[in-house]
């Protein structure tokens, strides 16, 4: 059976994740949908807010698909409009910021497991 | 330094592969920029065109960002639209039509290796 879902069929659950304000975050095919190796995640931040200043032993792959705002990538800032995407790698410290006066919509993808057989959390 | 583009920064090329009519793609994020597991390509099909129909070792999430067109995903067709996600999995046949009067935009990823090590083709 086909996984297919859409990114304008339901409203996003806000996340509950430390160093996180306004962000609203869901699983489209993860792990529990059998994907093997990545999975593909929407989120939402409200404007004023934004996602952990933090860093990770796995990378993200973000498309930006409406709003505006910023990331902060080790120590640089790049402002972020629709259409944008990006290769966050392994251990740089990244933040998401929604601080240009409205929401920040994106795709952030991530592997499924790192460092051997862990489990990435929110894939 | 941060690998970053935008969709729509440049025209895409077109893509000479066996089966495929009026397709254009480009890799945004793949091998050669040291994504560590995962490859983002978009593609273009023009109205009429379509991507090969064929199956491999290794799995597409698809992002559906503009146009209309038909997914054939084993026995089964669906109808694509702006925002639709899927999860294509391995050794599944399938073929994306533009045969909807529109072109199909859409992004697509691949893992860049598969059974324990071969290079993913287009990532």
């Known amino acids: ?3 297919k879902r859409n990114l304008h069929d339901q409203p ?3 996340l509950a ?3 996180t304000q306004g ?3 869901r699983i ?3 792990r529990s949908d059998g994907a093997p190796n990545f999975a593909l995640r929407q989120f939402s931040v409200a404007a004023g807010g934004h996602t952990p200043h933090h860093s990770h032993n796995y990378e993200h792959e973000v498309v930006v698909i409406g709003g505006a705002g910023t990331v902060t990538y080790g120590e640089e800032r790049f402002p972020l409009t629709e259409g944008d995407v990006l290769l966050v790698q392994p251990n740089v410290m990244h933040q998401f910021q929604a601080d240009r006066g409205s929401d920040l919509k994106f795709l952030c993808l991530v592997p ?3 460092d ?3 489990t990435t959390p929110g894939s």
Chains 1, 2 share one sequence.
């Open 12 to 14: 996003l659950p806000p």
């Open 28 to 30: 489209l095919v993860g």
């Open 1 to 3: 059976m086909l996984v």
């Open 112 to 114: 499924v497991s790192f």
């Open 116 to 118: 051997c057989g862990k």
């Open 23 to 25: 962000v609203s975050m």
């Open 17 to 19: 994740m430390e160093g």
